[in-house]
C-alpha cells in the first residue's frame, strides 16, 4: 500500500514515519512517496528516514521526488502537508498582522485569512491533480487552515478528502485524564469548527462528567484549558473550548503578548528549523539526531506566541509532537482495514449542525470506516456559539471566493468580516500589507 506525503521535506514527516515504523499489522504502508518542490530539504528529511529505518526489518520503502504527477500516481493514500511560503510567509502573516494591531496567528483572525488565501489555489490544484491521476486514493488533510483548505479540497474530491487536527484529540484526552477516566475510554462530544470547537460532555460509561469538572475549580486548574481560559468562565461557558479559543475570549491580550518584543512563533521556528535542514545537509552528521535535538527544542516552547502564559506542565509528550500522526494513522488504518473507529475530524456537515448547509467543513466526531468518515449526529451548538462559527464560515466562503475569482474586493471582504477586524480600512491596509510582501499573492486583482 503506498502513501504519499506532499509536503515530505517537512520538519514533521519523521513523526508520521515513525508512526508507520510501529505500525506491524496486516494491510500496512509498505511504501512511501514523498514529494517537495525543495530537492534540499527532501534530501534532509530522507536522511532522517533512512537513520530511523536503519536496525527496523521491513521498513516501508521511501522514495523521494520533486514531481507531483509521479508522486500522486498509485497512491492509496496522500498526506497533504503543505506550507505555501514557508515558515517565511508564516512570519510576514504575523508582522503585517502586528503592525494593525491586529491577530497574525496562521488559523485565526487576519493571519489564517492571508494563510489560507495563499494556500487555497495551491491545495485546489492539488485536489484536481488527485481527482485525475488517483481518483481512488483518500486525501487526509494535515496543511492549515485545516477547516478551510479541507472545503476547498472537498469541492473537488468530495468526501475523499478528511481533515484531520490534533488539538480536539488533544484537550480530550487532558479532560478525561483530570476526571481519573482512561482517554480510550471517554466519549467525548466536541463540536464546531477547525480551532473553533468546544467540548460540551465527557460520557464515561454513559454518563456524563463534564459538570462535575466544570464545578471544581481545583481539578480544572489542572487541566491547560482550565488555567488558560480561568475556572470562572468555563463554569460560565458550561462547556471546554478549543485552546484556540483563547483568541477570541482573549483578543486583546492575545494581540498584546504576540505583538510583543521577541520573535513571533513563525520567525522562531523559521530561525529553528532552518538550523535543523543546514545540519542535516553536512556530511558527516547524524541527521536524526539533528532532528531530534531541534523537535525537543521545539517541544521545550510549544505554546504559541500568545499561549505562553499557560505553560505546556501538563502536556504528555504525545499531546507536545502534535499527536498529528497518530490521528492520521488511526485515520488510514480505519480505512484501509475497515476497523470501525470513532475520530473526530473534518468533514463536510451533511445536516450535523443545522445553523450550516451540507457542504460546510465541520469538525466533530465522525464513524470511520472503509467508506471514509461519516460525522455522527450531534447536538446543537449553543446560540453564542452557533454565531461564533457561521461568521468565521462566512469569512471562510469569502475567502474561497476570492481564490477562485482573483477578486481583491472579495479579499478585503473576508478580512472586513472577521470577528476580530474590527473595521474595513484595516481590512484594505491588510490586503495592501499582504499583497505587498507574499508573491503568492499576485493573483488578486
Ligand atoms: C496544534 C495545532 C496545529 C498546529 C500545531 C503546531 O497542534 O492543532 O494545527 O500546527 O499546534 O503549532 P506551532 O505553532 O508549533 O507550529
Ligand atoms: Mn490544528
Known amino acids: 500500500m503506498r502513501l504519499t506525503i506532499v509536503g515530505g521535506g517537512g520538519f514533521r514527516v519523521p513523526l508520521v514515519y515513525g508512526a508507520l515504523l510501529g505500525d506491524r499489522a496486516e494491510g500496512r504502508v509498505s511504501e512511501v512517496v514523498l514529494y517537495d518542490p525543495d530537492p534540499d530539504r527532501l534530501s534532509a528529511v530522507t536522511r532522517v528516514l533512512a537513520e530511523q529505518a536503519a536496525d527496523v526489518p521491513d521498513a516501508p520503502a521511501v522514495t523521494a521526488t520533486t514531481d507531483l504527477d509521479t508522486a500522486l500516481r498509485g497512491a492509496r493514500f496522500v498526506f497533504s502537508a503543505i506550507r505555501v511560503g514557508g515558515l517565511e510567509g508564516r512570519a510576514r502573516d504575523e508582522r503585517v498582522a502586528f503592525a494593525e494591531g491586529v491577530l497574525g496567528q496562521e488559523t485565526v483572525g487576519a493571519g489564517g485569512i492571508a494563510y489560507g488565501l495563499r494556500t487555497v489555489p495551491v491545495a485546489v490544484d492539488l485536489a484536481r491533480r488527485v481527482a485525475r491521476l488517483a481518483p481512488d486514493a483518500w486525501v487526509i488533510n494535515f496543511t492549515n487552515p485545516a477547516g478551510l483548505v479541507t472545503e476547498a479540497m472537498s469541492r473537488h474530491l468530495g468526501d475523499r478528502v478528511i481533515g484531520i487536527c490534533d488539538s480536539p484529540v488533544g484537550l480530550g484526552r487532558r479532560v478525561a485524564r483530570a476526571l481519573g477516566a482512561d482517554p480510550g475510554r471517554a466519549a467525548i462530544d466536541y463540536a464546531g469548527l477547525n480551532h473553533l470547537g468546544w467540548v460540551r460532555a465527557v460520557r464515561i460509561d454513559g454518563r456524563d462528567q463534564l459538570p462535575r469538572l466544570l ?24 462547556a471546554v473550548p478549543n485552546e484556540y479559543l483563547h483568541y477570541y475570549y482573549f483578543h486583546r491580550e492575545a494581540v498584546r503578548a504576540g505583538a510583543g518584543p521577541g520573535p513571533t512563533r513563525g520567525a522562531f521556528l523559521h530561525r529553528q528549523q532552518g538550523r535543523f535542514y543546514e545540519e542535516a545537509r553536512r556530511p558527516g552528521t547524524g541527521a536524526l539526531a539533528a532532528w531530534e535535538r531541534t523537535r525537543a527544542e521545539r517541544e521545550a516552547t510549544y505554546m504559541a506566541e500568545n499561549r505562553e502564559s499557560a505553560g505546556a506542565g501538563d502536556r504528555e509528550p504525545e499531546d507536545l509532537s502534535g499527536g498529528y500522526e497518530k490521528v492520521a494513522l488511526a485515520l488510514m ?70 481564490a477562485e475569482t482573483g477578486s481583491r474586493a472579495t479579499a478585503v471582504k473576508a478580512f472586513a468580516l472577521h470577528p476580530l477586524i474590527d473595521s474595513v480600512d484595516v481590512a484594505r491596509r491588510l490586503v495592501d500589507g499582504y499583497t505587498a510582501v507574499h508573491p503568492g499573492l499576485a493573483y488578486l486583482r
Open 215 to 238: 464545578a471544581d475549580p481545583e481539578l480544572l486548574g489542572t487541566v491547560e484549558e482550565g488555567r488558560l481560559f480561568g475556572a470562572d468562565w468555563l463554569r460560565e461557558l458550561g
Open 333 to 402: 488504518r480505519a480505512i484501509a482495514r475497515d476497523e470501525r473507529a470513532t475520530l473526530i475530524l473534518n468533514v463536510r456537515n451533511r445536516g450535523t449542525l443545522a445553523a450550516l448547509d451540507a457542504e460546510a467543513v465541520v469538525e466533530v466526531p465522525c464513524l470511520v470506516g472503509a467508506n471514509g468518515a461519516r460525522p455522527m449526529a450531534a447536538d446543537p451548538l449553543p446560540a453564542h456559539a452557533t454565531a461564533l462559527v457561521c461568521a468565521v464560515k462566512a469569512v471562510e466562503r469569502e475567502v474561497l471566493a476570492a
